[in-house]
């Protein structure tokens, strides 16, 4: 379902043939990304990443907040090489399951604010990229790719 990410290693142009890779939960897919897997970020990027908890990050009243529109927002551990960033991004729409914390999530980049960098008070400039959250993945990567599951769409 979703074909947008690329292992770091050279492999032969074509996967089949290796085994699926199945990993424990959310957690340890993400690990292996950000291992394993080309993880860059520039806009229009399609990205793995983990739901946290904004209850123990930021002192939040709820994990992830359910908006007026129907959409969620959530803050999200994105994939990359040095073990991911913190964002806030919300769902493309408001169809699609309720997040939890510890979902796999496909995030995709728009545009970075150094604006909301600041008021994120983040030390790692990445927190200032807005994007949004465009389905969840299943902790399963087979044939080269992300096993997608249900879409946030309109």
């Known amino acids: 379902m979703f074909k947008f990410l690329k292992r770091k290693h050279q492999l032969p142009a074509r996967s089949e043939g290796f085994p699926p ?12 990304a950000c ?27 709820s994990a992830v907040q359910k908006q007026h529109d129907g959409n969620q927002a959530a803050m999200l551990r994105v994939a990359s090489q040095d073990g991911g960033f913190v964002v806030l991004a919300t769902t493309a729409a408001a169809s699609g399951p309720s997040l939890q914390p510890g979902d796999f999530v496909a995030w995709q980049a728009g545009k970075h604010s150094p604006d909301v960098a600041v008021a994120m008070s983040a030390t790692d400039s990445r927190s200032g990229w807005i994007g949004l959250i465009v389905g969840t993945l299943k902790p399963e990567h087979s044939e080269g790719r992300w096993v997608g599951g249900a879409r946030y769409t309109p």
């Open 35 to 61: 291992k394993y897997l080309e993880c860059s970020l520039h806009e229009g990027a399609l990205l793995p990443a983990l739901v946290l908890d904004a209850r123990e990050l930021f002192g939040a009243s």
């Open 21 to 32: 890779l199945h990993f424990r939960d959310g957690s340890g897919a993400l690990e292996y």
